[in-house]
Every structure is written in structure tokens, then in C-alpha cells.
């Protein structure tokens, strides 16, 4: 019969605790990430040191220390914790924890934090049913969720709470907690005689997610199944790793020349109008752990220098993932960037934007600041009106067409072409339509502009 690897997750040391839970920090010195709120003279940092602790809403990914964070502001206010589930607690609960709250608080003068957790699943009675006990400040909430806030909970409450958005862990933060597990010998795995090479402990904190349980948990876990060897020595490798996993593990570095390869890969492919290889190495870099937004921004980038105005939704569909991705983060985030890489890959291809830009910038290298023609430069005083600004100036809502031949490039410039559309998609529209204005303008019109049958399809 297999082994039931996760039932190991969860052996109990002598404490009878899982390595996460004895790992989980006692103070903020130990508290690993969420710099931007519990560094020196940030917002969490400040409020325990005046020890005058809102009520709050704990808002971020798993594993990324909410109830963790709460204990600790507890503590450094001098409340006293109370820890509920909203999975499994009801009204009755919160009466009962309210009431032990108010004894406390007459009779000693202590004060509670209610710690709820995962605060979104209770619906609107029982979200209610704390309001006037946060305003009486009988309790201080702190409720914590994976949820948006602003969609999960009551209106009211969230007025009488501050919400506090904590990010995913880093590989560097994660990374941290793991050489610290493997060093203590107190509450960690230090007294093991385990030997984690250094790739091997980015191994775990890469497939970790940003997610500092699930990090301590494969851990331990590996720690587990790993067989010792004749001198009891127990070797922890990817192998061990991807067996605590229950899963095979992407090689891909983020630093190093995989990343590159399959970053070039995916451009290439849709570059090349192949969706099937563009999603194949899209999803290599999403499970190997890579920031979606990374990916999301280079399709983006995509969109104007590979695809331009052959297809100008492109971009736009490009910029909807990214911020659909911030809105809704992974794994549903995978969605619409599954639909934008196939939409880039099939959509017709044009550089135009890229070599027009680089032609523009030659010019302004090469010649400088050459000055703006008198009749298009601006004239709020009589003055420049004397002296010729605007002068001349053909306003082109006036005209058929609402357009009319001039000039706008600097003199030196004049009939100068930076943009030369292709024939792909609404640029070829876009191709015949500068063809006659040009013709208009009495400038030559090249074959490549559109004019002739060397411009045709």
C-alpha cells in the first residue's frame, strides 16, 4: 500500500504540533515579509509600539502570515487573544466569545481581540451581528481573508475597520523561513541529521507559491520520506522534494538562462502565430512558479511592438489580462491569460510601431531640436500673434473630410515618413488611407506607402 505522504504533514512532534505551527513567529523580529507594513515606521509597526490597535481586515493570499500577524498585534497591545473560524463558527459563537469579552473587560480592564478568520464566509446577519460590539469597542476585530473586502464584507463593517493588504511571500522570504526551520534546534528540525543542498531549499520556496505553510510543510514532509543513509544521514533532493509534492518540478531559474530560454520562446511563438506553443510555454513559466504580472507585461509589450495597429484590440486585450490578473490573481488568473497569449498569437503581425519609433528617434538624434513650423506653434499673446505664430494654420474639422493637406514636421523634415503601415489587418486599411493623403500633400507616394501595384496584395 502506497504511503499516505501528507498524513506525515501533519505528524505531531513531542509539542504535538506541525513544524508551521511551531515555526509560526512569536514577534514581529521574527516575522518574515510584509515590509511595507511591520518595517520600522510602517503602519502595523506603529500602531503596536502606541499600542492602540484598530479593528482591521487582514487581507492577502494563504500562507502569508494574517493569523500570524494577529496573534502578535494582540500581544503587543496587552489583549487578550480569541481565535474563531467563520467556517465552522455561528452567532452563537460570537455571543459567547462577545460575552467572555465584556466580563474580561469590566472586571479587569483587559481587552480582546476577536481574531476572525476567513471573514468572508459568514454572511450578512452574522457580519452584522458584530457591528455594535466593535463600536461599543467590547471587541477589537481582526478578521482575516483571501477575499476582496470590498465584495465580501458588509459595508458597515468595513467602515469601522481598517484593511490591510498583505502580499504573497517572496522566494527570498520563504527562503529564509526554510534555513531557519533547518537551523533550530528548539522548534525546527535542527536536531535532524539532514543535509538540504542550497538549490534544493529554493526548490521548495520556488514551488511554495508564496505561501510560507505550504513551504514549512513540504519541508517536513521531505524530512520525513527521506531515507537515511549508513550513517543516518537523511538526503533531501529534488526527488525527495517532488515525492513530498506529489508532484515532478520545473527546471526553470528565474536568474539564470532557462528563464531567458523560455521567455524567448514564448515571445517567439507568438511572434511565429503558433497558440499551441505560446500557452505550452506560458504554462511551463506559470508552474514553475514565475510572477504572472511578468509574463502578463511581456505580452503587453507584445502587443504594440509585434502586432501595433494590424490589430489595435490587441492591445487593449493585452492591458484587460493584466489587470484581470491583478484582480483576480492564480490560479483563475490563468484564464485570461490563456486567452490573451492566443489572441496575440492569432492576431496579424506588423513591427510598425517599433521601426516607426526608432526612425523618429534617428531624426531627433541626427538633427536635433529643429524648431515647429510658425503656423502650428501656439499664440495665447498679441504679441506672438504679431509675430506669425498660428499664423496660417488650417484647422482640418473646417475641410471635407475633416482633413486638409499641410505640413507639421519641422521644415528640415518636411515629407519626411517615420510610419509605414504593412499589409496586415487594419494596418493595410490604414496603408491606403496615408497613400492619399499624401497624394493630397503633392508628396511622393513610394510602393511601399500603398500607391501602385508593388503596394498591392
Known amino acids: 500500500m502506497p504511503m499516505d505522504l501528507f498524513r506525515h504533514a501533519a505528524k505531531k512532534s513531542r509539542a ?19 515590509a511595507h507594513l511591520v518595517g520600522p515606521g510602517r503602519i502595523l509597526e506603529r500602531t503596536t509600539t502606541e499600542r492602540a490597535l484598530p479593528s482591521l481586515i487582514l487581507w492577502g493570499p494563504p500562507g502569508t502570515g494574517k493569523t500570524t500577524l494577529a496573534r502578535i498585534l494582540a500581544a503587543r497591545a496587552n489583549a487578550r487573544f480569541e481565535g474563531l473560524s467563520a467556517v465552522q463558527a455561528g452567532v452563537k459563537d460570537l455571543r459567547e466569545a462577545v460575552a467572555t469579552a465584556e466580563q ?18 459568514f454572511n450578512k446577519a452574522q457580519q452584522d451581528a458584530l457591528l455594535p460590539h466593535v ?14 473586502p470590498s465584495f465580501e464584507v458588509n459595508a458597515a463593517l468595513l467602515s469601522r475597520c481598517k484593511v490591510v493588504r498583505l502580499e504573497a511571500l517572496t522566494e527570498a522570504d520563504l527562503r529564509a523561513l526554510v534555513d531557519r526551520a533547518l537551523a533550530d534546534a528548539d522548534r525546527g528540525l535542527g536536531k535532524m541529521p539532514l543535509e538540504v543542498a542550497p538549490e534544493v531549499r529554493d526548490l521548495i520556496a520556488r514551488e511554495a507559491g508564496g505561501d510560507a505553510r505550504r513551504a514549512l510543510s513540504t519541508l517536513e514532509v521531505a524530512a520525513e520520506v527521506a531515507r537515511p543513509d549508513a550513517e543516518g544521514k537523511r538526503l533531501v533532493d529534488q526527488a525527495t522534494v517532488e515525492e513530498a509534492l506529489q508532484r515532478k518540478t520545473l527546471l526553470y531559474d528565474k536568474a539564470g538562462d532557462e528563464h531567458y530560454n523560455v521567455v524567448s520562446a514564448f515571445i517567439k511563438s507568438m511572434r511565429g502565430s ?6 505550452y510555454w506560458m504554462t511551463r513559466m506559470i508552474e514553475a512558479g514565475e510572477d504572472p504580472i511578468f509574463i502578463v507585461r511581456r505580452m503587453v509589450i507584445f502587443a504594440s511592438e509585434d502586432i501595433g495597429n494590424a490589430d489595435p484590440r490587441a492591445l487593449t486585450v493585452a492591458v484587460a489580462a493584466l489587470d484581470a490578473v491583478r484582480f483576480v490573481g492564480l490560479p483563475e488568473g490563468t484564464l485570461p491569460m490563456t486567452q490573451a497569449a492566443t489572441y496575440l498569437a492569432t492576431a496579424p503581425k506588423s513591427n510598425a510601431v517599433l521601426t516607426t519609433y526608432a526612425a523618429a528617434r534617428k531624426a531627433v538624434n541626427e538633427r536635433g531640436a529643429l524648431p515647429v513650423p510658425l503656423h502650428i506653434r501656439n499664440a495665447p499673446t498679441p504679441l506672438m500673434k504679431h509675430m506669425g505664430y498660428g ?14 493637406a499641410d505640413n507639421y514636421l519641422p521644415d528640415a523634415l518636411k515629407g519626411q515618413t517615420f510610419y509605414v503601415p504593412s499589409d496586415a489587418g487594419y494596418e493595410k486599411e490604414l496603408k491606403e488611407r496615408l497613400a492619399g493623403w499624401r497624394r493630397d500633400a503633392g508628396l511622393p507616394v513610394r510602393a511601399e ?7 498591392d496584395e
Not at 506607402?449 to 503596394?455: K, L
Open 135 to 148: 463600536e461599543a469597542g467590547t471587541i477589537t476585530l481582526v478578521g482575516a481573508t483571501t477575499e476582496n
Open 16 to 34: 504535538g504540533q506541525p513544524l508551521a505551527e511551531r515555526m509560526r513567529p512569536r514577534d514581529l523580529d521574527e516575522f518574515v515579509g510584509q
Open 391 to 404: 499664423a496660417g494654420y488650417k484647422y482640418p474639422h473646417d475641410f471635407e473630410g475633416h482633413y486638409v
Open 449 to 455: 506607402d500603398g500607391d501602385g501595384p508593388e503596394g
Open 104 to 121: 474580561r473587560l469590566g472586571e479587569h480592564g483587559e481587552r480582546t481581540v476577536l481574531f476572525l478568520d476567513e471573514i468572508h464566509r
Open 274 to 279: 503558433d497558440p499551441d506553443a505560446a500557452v
